[in-house]
């Protein structure tokens, strides 16, 4: 059967090696500034019977298949009475199946009810990942995120209590120079009302394509040097106040400096490592380096 296939695929870095299942093309919302990732992608779902053809096939090579990710860039946005016979199907044919993860974003979340949430969690949904990328409001606005951070918040909150672990990102340079304490500390304050399970930090880079590149070659948004990120980075987690346990990560290709571990416990040892960047750049990864 002919399988129609999108032209790159992306998944978080977590979800290397595992089943990477296509069951919508796209994203619903697409209108982020800053990013270009589905621009030559039509948002569409895939039909049912090329999603259980794929997972039967799969199936028939490696039933012993532990982690599935579905793709693309906000699957969660499929009403619940679709999700539920796609994870039936996952569930029937790899007996191992511990995790589903999925992109969400606050709306489509938000969208479902506590009730759905627990169903798809009980069905090993058990790890979505949302970008906050901010938590302040003005910025989030600017980019077209499509939801600000109260929302976000409720969005993570509500998954986490229905027994969805949430990974949530924030994206350094953002706010540039004018916002970026502003950025720092907005964002550490939403993301620790979330408490998520998983924190990560990315470094923006500029896309052409996107609205933001555009801004930028107007004169309307200067991107941050190396230095500022840092320091945007080290506000960031010295606001951090989470409950815990949270894995802290910065070791996206896009980042200056990777930096790991775990929160609360290890905030003390992580600022030292920011503040050794912030002392001695020979340590920070060189431009040349950075990747998406």
């Given at each position: 059967m002919y399988m129609r296939r999108p032209p790159i695929v992306i998944r978080p870095p977590s979800e290397a090696g595992n089943f990477l299942l296509?069951?919508?093309?796209?994203?619903?919302?697409?209108h982020c500034a800053f990013c270009a990732t589905y621009s030559f992608t039509k948002f569409g779902r895939r039909p049912f019977d090329e999603i259980?053809?794929?997972i039967e096939a799969t199936a028939r090579y490696n039933p012993n298949l532990r982690r599935v990710f579905?793709?693309?860039?906000?699957?969660?946005?499929?009403e619940t009475e679709e999700l539920v016979p796609i994870l039936d199907l996952l569930n029937d044919n790899f007996p191992r199946l511990e995790r589903v993860g999925i992109y969400a974003n606050a709306q489509n979340m938000l969208a479902k009810t506590s009730a759905e949430l627990e169903l798809l969690s009980s069905k090993k949904l058990t790890l979505g990942y949302l970008g906050l990328e901010s938590g302040n409001d003005?910025?989030?606005?600017?980019?077209?995120?499509?939801?600000?951070g109260d929302e976000m918040v409720e969005a993570v909150r509500r998954a986490q209590a229905a027994g969805i672990d949430m990974s949530v990102i924030v994206l350094l340079g953002l706010g540039s120079y004018a916002l970026s304490r502003e950025h720092a500390t907005d964002s550490a304050s939403v993301a620790s009302r979330m408490n998520p399970r998983y924190l990560s930090a990315l470094t923006l880079m500029l896309l052409p394509k996107t609205a933001l590149y555009q801004r930028h070659k107007r004169g309307e948004f200067e991107v941050m040097d190396s230095r500022s990120i840092l320091q945007e980075l080290r506000w960031f987690l010295a606001g951090l106040e989470v409950e815990g346990p949270c894995?802290?990560?910065?070791?996206?290709?896009?980042n200056y400096l990777p930096v790991a571990g775990n929160l609360p416990e290890d905030k003390e040892r992580m600022l030292a490592i920011i503040d050794r960047g912030l002392s001695d750049s020979s340590i920070l990864r060189p431009e040349s380096r950075r990747a998406l």
């Open positions: 296509q069951v919508t093309y796209g994203c619903s919302h697409n259980a053809s794929e579905l793709c693309d860039g906000d699957a969660m946005v499929l003005e910025i989030l606005a600017s980019m077209r995120k499509g939801a600000n894995v802290f990560r910065t070791n996206h290709a896009s």
